[in-house]
């Protein structure tokens, strides 16, 4: 592989590392304060905001990724993700509101 394919590889990789980080971060940032004796807030709510954050990465992970595989089961999972990420800031826009 040449190195302008290997860097965008890369580059694919680190974007997806980033957002299940952040995901995870979400994730483990809300199990304490479900289990509280008097929750504010519920567990989706509080995973929201960490889960619209990772999902932009993994937005730019599948574009990069149709970058380097240009095929239709990647223009499939691009949209998927896209999609996804739509309802979830959709979802975040109403709990805010």
């Known amino acids: 592989m040449d190195p302008y394919h290997t860097g965008l590889d890369y580059l694919r990789m680190s974007l997806l590392l980033a957002g299940s980080v952040v995901v995870f971060i979400g994730v483990v940032k809300a199990i304490p304060k479900t289990v509280s004796k008097e929750p504010t ?57």
Not at 67 to 72: A, F, G, I, S
């Open 41 to 97: 807030r519920s567990t989706a709510q509080r995973i929201l905001p960490h889960a619209a954050l990772g999902l932009e990465f993994f937005v730019g992970a599948t574009l990069l990724n149709l970058m380097l595989t240009p095929n239709w089961t990647s223009v499939q999972i691009s949209a998927a993700t896209i999609a996804i990420r739509k309802l979830v800031t959709y979802a975040f826009d109403q709990q805010a509101s």
